[in-house]
């Protein structure tokens, strides 16, 4: 509990303010924080269902002006964005469960202090944080190992997010009783036996948390898949939606020079590039309550300890 404290006029000493006071203030501070965080989505969802000249105008402050759902419909009309939805959940699973087993395969035996070499291997880890071949270089070894237009060229080159690994290390070093561990062991269990039947089913909630970090960077990530994945149908939905923005802008200049064509269809563009926000991210905020339990515990967990 967060103490607010106050000087008392008569004995001049420090005193708190009542219980109640308090939790109304950070309910208050909370509330503040909330709006401000929450409002810019808020307001693309209204902006969305609004008619764009009167969003530019202002008039869509808290409710939408003159309701229209003609953007979703534009978006829905194209016949991509049904495959760009199945490619983007298929790509986002496979991808969230090749992310968690190769962190939990390269952290474990890290958190392990009698590890041979576990300081050079933890060195030559951290190296990868600062320095990289850059974009060329990854697309050539891409190209060579045949998989350019394969769906694993969108995993395998960015297999360990390094940051992501140090935390799980740190949260099998903190938070695995090592105790458990030795009593395994003195039962008989190999090391295989001991991670997937103690390691794992105590690190749920840390695993919640890289399941979250996964999720969000695959869903979201389409600039990959524009670089190794040339086919249409084969493309993500943020890609899909991206390709329906520019085809949809590109017609309003087209427009530009038919009287009174340009405005409307820079009405539509308006009304698609918000849609798109909106059907990009709706997916990613349903999951996210069914995790978020175990993610600020999990995190906490495996937050570097001094």
Do not use: H
């Amino acid at each position: 509990m967060v103490l607010i404290m106050k000087e008392n006029s008569k004995s001049g000493k420090l005193t708190g303010l009542s219980e109640r006071s308090s939790d109304i203030i950070l309910v208050v501070i909370c509330a503040i924080i909330l709006f401000i965080v929450a409002y810019p989505l808020y307001y693309v969802l209204i902006a969305s269902v609004s008619n764009p000249y009167d969003v530019y105008a202002g008039k869509t402050f808290l409710l939408p002006s003159q309701f229209t759902l003609d953007g979703y419909k534009s978006v829905f009309a194209d016949p991509s964005i049904l495959t760009g939805l199945f490619n983007s959940f298929k790509y986002t699973i496979i991808g969230t469960v090749f992310s968690v087993v190769v962190l939990y395969l390269s952290a474990y035996p890290l958190s392990v202090k009698d590890l041979p070499g576990r300081k050079a291997l933890s060195i030559f880890f951290i190296i990868t944080m600062y320095f990289g071949g850059g974009m060329v270089p990854t697309y050539l070894i891409v190209k060579q190992t045949g998989l350019i237009n394969n769906m694993w060229a969108l995993f395998l080159p960015g297999g360990v997010a390094v940051g992501n690994m140090i935390i799980v290390r740190n949260f099998f070093e903190n938070s695995i009783p090592k105790e458990m561990v030795e009593a395994a062991s003195i039962d008989g269990a190999s090391k295989w036996t001991t991670f997937l039947r103690i390691v794992v089913p105590l690190s749920r909630s840390i695993m919640a948390v890289m399941v979250v970090f996964s999720m969000v960077a695959y869903w979201n990530d389409w600039f990959t898949s524009m670089i190794y994945l040339p086919s249409p149908a084969k493309a993500p939905l943020p890609l899909v939606l991206r390709n329906i923005l520019i085809k949809s802008s590109a017609s309003a200049s087209q427009a530009s020079t038919i009287s009174g064509g340009f405005a409307e269809l820079n009405k539509m563009t308006e009304m698609i590039k918000f849609s798109s926000i909106i059907i990009a991210a709706v997916p990613m905020l349903i999951i996210y309550p069914f995790v978020q339990k175990y993610f600020e515990k999990g995190f906490m967990a495996g937050a570097v300890k001094g």
